[in-house]
């Protein structure tokens, strides 16, 4: 028979082999999403042309090329080859040709000149080359800071309206009880599974109607009444698992449920609050659905739409698209890494307590 020494051990190999396995997916799936990112943080420093280059490559190379003093226009650069001379191969400037053959220099030393057959591209010596230009560039191609303001506006009002609906509404459904509470709830989480497409086209008329069409407030208004099932579902869980004995005490001060609210439980949800505001932050941020379907002026445009312009413009420059690309996506990230403590801890403690 197995002694509990022994048991305890097959349990420590079996977890230390489960956790392995997670750390290999997580590790796949980082690699999976970091590619590409870093493919298109290495394109945003690339030339037009080269970022055209196949294979592509994540480090921005160019052809090298020196200046040679005292050689043809001042300041004129001229691409570096690796040439074999004498049996050695060696890093020569083209500078010109002399019947067939290609005339090189020495960049250390421009008066010492070689004679030798014409080069291929791939003797071309590589080099690293970063054009943070592109970033500046693309800032001014299209008024991106116009954009920015726009999705700030709108973030702070809507973030705004989704904390007060989202506290309010799960408040309810986790501290008080009443005659059908468990089936509207599942009616709330229901709705989550309902594309956006459903509600598009009465959405779309009702705020025509109320001459909303073209405006910000189709993107604002709707937060403030708790539209997203799925924040009331995780604020609702962690306020559960608060215990009833703080609610008796200050009903026993003399607290209404407001003041309840206020002065015990918002206090006590700063986790789960400061979650569903990063995801409100980021949705916003990458909003493009709702701004495509009711903006119409281009000063309107949020960073999406605006995105979404520019890369119609400049269809034929990618390295302006990426940069463009890098520059809107660098604040959700920067956002999480500061958050990412409170982030954490908020969806735990909701996912386990209920």
Known sequence: ???????????????????????????VACVGVLIPMLYMIGGSLSSKQVIRTVPTSIIPLEGKQVVLEGEGIPRNKYFVYMVEIDGAKRELAYV?????????????????????????????????????????EALTKSPFPRFIANTLFIMVFAVLGTLISTTLVAYGFSRFYFPGRNIVFIILLS????????????????????????????????????VSAYNVFLV????MGLPRE??????????????ILWNVIIPQSTPVLVTITVFAIVYWWNEYYY?????????????????????????????????????????????????????????VVSGVKG
Not at 193 to 204: G, K, R, T, W
Not at 209 to 225: A, E, M, Q, R
Request: one cysteine or more; proline letters at 7%.
């Open 1 to 27: 028979m197995k002694t509990a020494k022994s048991l305890y051990r097959s349990k420590e190999k079996i977890d230390a082999r489960y956790r392995s396995i997670s750390l290999a997916i997580i590790l």
């Open 96 to 136: 010109g040709k002399e019947n067939r053959m290609w005339v090189y220099a020495n960049p250390d030393n421009p008066d010492e000149r070689y004679s030798a057959p014409p080069a291929t591209p791939d003797d071309r010596v590589a080099a690293v080359r970063l054009n943070w230009s592109n970033y500046p």
């Open 191 to 226: 709705t989550m599974m309902l594309p956006a497409q459903v509600s598009l086209i009465p959405s779309f008329i009702v705020f025509q109607k109320l001459g909303w069409y073209n405006t910000w407030l189709p993107l604002i208004v709707p937060s403030f009444f708790a």
């Open 236 to 239: 609702r869980q962690f306020l």
């Open 246 to 259: 703080l609610d008796d005490a200050a009903k026993i001060d003399g607290c209404g449920p407001i003041r």
């Open 291 to 347: 701004s495509l379907i009711y903006l119409h002026d281009q000063v309107k445009f949020t960073v999406a739409l605006g995105l979404q312009s520019f890369d119609a413009l400049y269809f034929n420059n990618n390295s302006l698209k990426a940069a463009a690309t890098t520059m809107m996506m660098m604040p959700p990230i920067i956002l999480f890494f500061i958050f990412q403590r409170y982030f954490i801890q908020g969806t």
